[in-house]
């Protein structure tokens, strides 16, 4: 279990207050410090357009250590103009301040309401309180996940250990986001930190698959929003030998930091506005892996597929509308589906089933739709998660 | 009004029935018959898994002169193989026989449920029954409309006349659609009759102008069914000089042809699935009309922003959040974004508006959202409609 995942790691303290952006009075500035400074590998949304928070974390992702990372939910700080962008700097430059640091030697990231200016001098204030707050407890990484949260109803949090050269190597991680999720950046924010020692280049590539093959694999309403950041640091606090190239104890360690990811993104899933469950599209027999990726993706963001999951139908011909709309070569003679285990289309034939059983398969937190499109031999997938009364009531409720 | 529309035009007798196909007892069966030939143009679904009805209406569109189209409700007879194209062909032969016709001179249509073959026998009855009724009264029209439904709450029907060279001409269609809509082919079926006389490759023309402002561009879950047909028949019974190149009779033709069309168009978007309003989104200011087309897609078929309307709200972040991430050209500094005529975002900065009144003009059965993306000098636009509890409740609880 992730015991305050940011913190499980040597070399990082935490803190999560209420400085006042939450109507509710819950948390909303989460503040982590790494005193040794750390190895960095950050991503970000590819909306075109981008918030303030965004703007600033691209430049300072570029220097060689980061020591801290600030974080504030209730307000995107996004479409905000020049003063959003003082804003985003004012954010890093206190945090710095307080943790002894330079103002690019720190990460800052926002989620929220897009368009409304951050009442900069309570974030500040919050800034100053977590400081003061700031511990390597589980408790302090428990606050630190809480106070990047937005319409999360959970707290998400994962973490792995592993042994490298004799020594362990713990890494753990936080992901908040339930809505505006699509893929390439699936993630909203998350803040990974483990204290392996490896170079940033290897932490780059390492971070770059694992969410290739996690979070940017899941779309729960098609679009990426202006704020999307995933950040990882590694401080090198484990002691292992620094891993510096495509070794064995890269690709455990790579291995180890993927299977973090993928938890994270099973929770949000798990936690989309209004889900109860969750699916995987596997598109195979695509002519090309763009195909499949985009195959993959139509099924998972149709509306009428992700009623019929919320509903447990086995619905095969909105699968099959979904591919064959959406742009991508197949052979109609050779298109297969499978839900769960059963066969339920074969050869461009509907094949009988048992659609009792398929239908308790959809039912389950988690199932698999496969569709072959019997036009080549790339493949790739896509996670969903189903379409309720509860997401609309969510987003049509919820007022500016 | 329209009258019967489809039989609003002189020489066309029609005639809807019960077959059984729907559980409900309600008509599914629905037959036009041209008893002096007509000429035909007919557009089909760009969706690569297409129904075995499109299949054969697809050769037999190539006709010089169509004498009927048959058409049946409840059962899409799509993904049915070998025996769906031999279902297709029996119901055009069937059809030919009782209206003295040969079998490619009919086309042929399904729509409802993919994946279970047709229990073509009654289907055959059916035909005969629809053939003894035919009729050119209204309510012979009116009976036609409702036999092409599917989950339409409401008939859709629309009418215009117009004056050529001294003559009456008239102009009639249906349509049914309510969900599985997307741009590019968004008519599901739709059969428009006039007694114009204008040739094949004019009517054509018309036509493709005409759907292609009207029902193409209505989304209402982004995926083409793999049943969208659309068939203009042009009887000649008016007596015009035929039309037989872009002059000035052809621009009055095309453009009453393209409001009975608009008309179509607009009360599909009202009777989608669930939706209680629609909206256009015009995108102004993109690099390429493509892109345009694009971005006001995106918009369009964003369910964030479905929710909002739903719910009245003006919450023009997610219209920039979907443009963003749509990948089109844009320029953030000088994108700007209406919710009818009030100004929400101004140069990539919000502005301050009466929300209260924006509010109530999202409130309307029809309200306009402007983008402009400031990347050029193209323009396009799209409608779209809301997303409510209404649409998950029909599409989670329909089962197969």
Redesign the interface.
Known sequence: MAKGAVTQAAGFLAAGVSCGLKRSGKRDLALLHCPGGAAAAAMF??????SAAVEIARRHAKTAKIYGVVINSGN?N????QKGLDDAVAMCRTAAKHIDAHSHEVLVASTG????PLPIARVKAGIGAAAAALSASAAAGHDFARAIMTTDTRCKEAAATLRIAGKTVTIGGTVKGA??I?PNMATTISVITTDAAISTPMLKKAMAAAIGESLNKLTV??????NDTAIALASGAAGNPTITRRDTRFRSFAKALKTVCEDLARQMALDAEGATRMFKVIVTGAATSAEAAKAAR?VA????VK??V??G??????I??????CGV??D?KK?TCKIGDAVV?RN???IKFD?AKVSDTIRQKYHTITVNLGAGKCSDFCYGC????A??????????
Chains 1, 2 share one sequence.
């Open positions: 949304t590819t909306n075109k357009i981008v995107a996004a479409c905000t103009g309401i897009i368009g409304h809505g505006m699509g309403d098609g679009h990426q929003s202006t139509a963001d149709y509306d009428l009623c019929a919320h509903g139908d086995p619905n095969w011909g909105r099959i509308c979904a591919v064959g709309s070569r197949l109609p298109i289309f461009g034939r509907p659609a189903d379409l309720s009364r997401y609309v009531t969510i987003n049509a409720d919820y007022h500016t």
